[in-house]
């Protein structure tokens, strides 16, 4: 069954993996990410599938990644390269 929110069916079979562990959902999630068309935001494919597996996977690892992955990147307060360099 093709899903245009997870085409490949990467999510859904994290789901079926028993004993799956945090950095095993983010390098899942990553592949899933990598294979979003350019373009196409991926918010609410993100939403759709949280609001799929939640109800029967509330504290899966993929939940948390998924959650996260809405998240605004975190600021760490130094740039890099030349901007690093200037004062």
Same mark, same amino acid.
């Given at each position: 069954?093709?899903?245009e929110?997870?085409?490949?069916?990467?999510?859904?079979?994290? /789901?079926?993996?028993?004993?799956?562990?945090?950095?095993?959902?983010?390098?899942? /999630?990553?592949?899933?990410?990598?294979?979003?068309?350019?373009?196409?935001?991926?918010?609410?494919?993100?939403?759709?599938?949280?609001?799929?597996?939640?109800?029967?996977?509330?504290?899966?690892?993929?939940?948390?990644?998924?959650?996260?992955?809405?998240?605004?990147?975190?600021?760490?307060?130094?740039?890099?390269?030349a901007?690093?360099?200037?004062?």
């Amino acid at each position: 069954m093709s899903d245009e929110r997870d085409p490949k069916g990467l999510i859904r079979e994290s /789901f079926r993996i028993e004993g799956i562990s945090a950095p095993e959902c983010r390098s899942i /999630f990553l592949d899933w990410a990598i294979s979003v068309p350019n373009g196409v935001e991926p918010a609410p494919y993100l939403r759709a599938l949280i609001e799929e597996y939640r109800p029967d996977f509330p504290d899966h690892p993929m939940i948390t990644v998924l959650e996260g992955a809405l998240q605004p990147p975190t600021r760490t307060g130094r740039r890099g390269g030349a901007m690093g360099r200037r004062s």
